[in-house]
Nanobody, 119 residues
Framework: QVQLVESGGGLVQAGASLRLSCAASGGTISEYTMGWFRQAPGKEREFVST????????YYADFVKGRFTISRDNAKNMVYLQMNSLKPEDTAVYYC????????????WGRGTQVTVSS
């Protein structure tokens, strides 16, 4: 069972940038699609971005297109989310997860990392 640990969150002002990291242990993620999700207070968890196993294909929610970039380093068992031009509405706990091939669902959720953007 892969364990995921997110880091890199923090408190920033609107317009700033952050780079989130997702470290995997207990197994390799190199063969799996990985995703970033977020959950704001009082809201349901929502999809942010995915990246396929090789990094050749990425997908973004409309509200982050052009601002966020997902990437991965399979040699390091890491996934990243570069977040630029942050907005107060980006405030949330950010989670990474691995897509289970059989079901297509995402799992192995970490504890998340808090991102707070002040106006």
């Amino acid at each position: 069972q892969v364990q995921l640990v997110e880091s890199g969150g923090g408190l920033v002002q609107a317009g700033a940038s952050l780079r989130l990291s997702c470290a995997a242990s207990g197994g390799t993620i190199s063969e799996y699609t990985m995703g970033w999700f977020r959950q704001a207070p009082g809201k349901e968890r929502e999809f942010v971005s995915t990246i396929n196993w090789s990094g050749s294909s990425t997908y973004y929610a409309d509200f982050v297109k052009g601002r966020f970039t997902i990437s991965r380093d399979n040699a390091k068992n890491m996934v990243y989310l570069q977040m630029n031009s942050l907005k107060p509405e980006d405030t949330a706990v950010y989670y990474c997860a691995v897509r289970v091939p059989v079901t297509g669902d995402f799992g192995s959720w970490g504890r998340g990392t808090q991102v707070t953007v002040s106006s």
